[in-house]
């Protein structure tokens, strides 16, 4: 199946610090991306879906200007949580669909610790 | 919008027994049923889809049966080993785009 990766897959920052996380799919393009956030033993809830060229759909809720996302490229796609603070907290998991499938392949994760 | 339910929550069984996680969804328009694995601290993994034109798909252990008209499908996992132990999340789809996940199924292989 095809690849997506993430980095970093682990973070720790302080309060009002911002933090990146990258989302590549290695080895097909991906107009489009997904990112959800993750909360312990719970489900994966839908942040934003994040589109090669053009803006990013966020999900009712989720702050557009907190949770920065470009689509830069076909492969590549960034969030960054702004002036991140304890709440925010969380395992961020992204995906990409595969080429001629339905299928969504998930990145490893990142889990962001904010002190 | 698609409500999708998954029980049970948590399920262990004896190694070598069977599992089954079921879900059901809300909008009949959705067409794509997909199952993951996530292990701890890593992202879900594909273990099987199926798609609204097929009832059943059945790869080695694992199988996924689908009944449109009740709007429910099931995960079944036979022979299970203790490398099953995950939790498990279905989804629906309608696009291929928009996933809506269920709560998830934290599952217990006990050697």
């Not at chain 2, 601290?41 to 059945?58: C, F, H, T």
Request: charge should be neutral; include cysteine; hydrophobic fraction near 30%.
């Amino acid at each position: 199946g095809a690849v997506v990766s993430q980095h970093p897959s682990r973070v720790i920052c302080k309060s009002g610090t911002s933090v990146k996380i990258e989302c590549r799919s290695l080895d097909f393009q991906a107009t489009t991306m997904f990112w959800y956030r993750q909360f312990p033993k719970k489900s994966l809830m839908l942040m934003a879906t994040s589109n090669e060229g053009s803006k990013a759909t966020y999900e009712q809720g989720v702050e557009k200007d907190k949770f920065l996302i470009n689509h830069a490229s076909l492969t590549l796609s960034t969030l960054t949580v702004t002036s991140a603070h304890p709440e925010d907290s969380s395992f961020y998991i992204c995906s990409a669909p595969g080429q001629s499938t339905d299928t969504q392949y998930f990145g490893p994760g990142t889990r962001l610790t904010v002190l | 919008g698609e409500n999708v339910e998954q029980h049970p929550s948590t399920l262990s069984v004896q190694e070598g027994d069977s599992a089954v996680i079921k879900c059901t969804y809300s909008d009949s328009a959705s067409n794509y049923f997909p199952w993951y694995k996530q292990e701890l601290g890593k992202g879900p993994q594909l273990i099987i889809d199926i798609r609204s034109n097929v009832g059943e798909k059945k790869d080695q252990r694992i199988a996924v049966t689908l009944n449109k008209t009740a709007k429910h499908f099931s995960l079944h996992i036979t022979e299970t080993q203790p490398e099953d132990s995950a939790v498990y999340f279905c989804a629906a789809s309608d696009t291929g785009n928009q996933f809506y996940f269920g709560t998830g199924t934290s599952l217990t292989v006990i050697p």
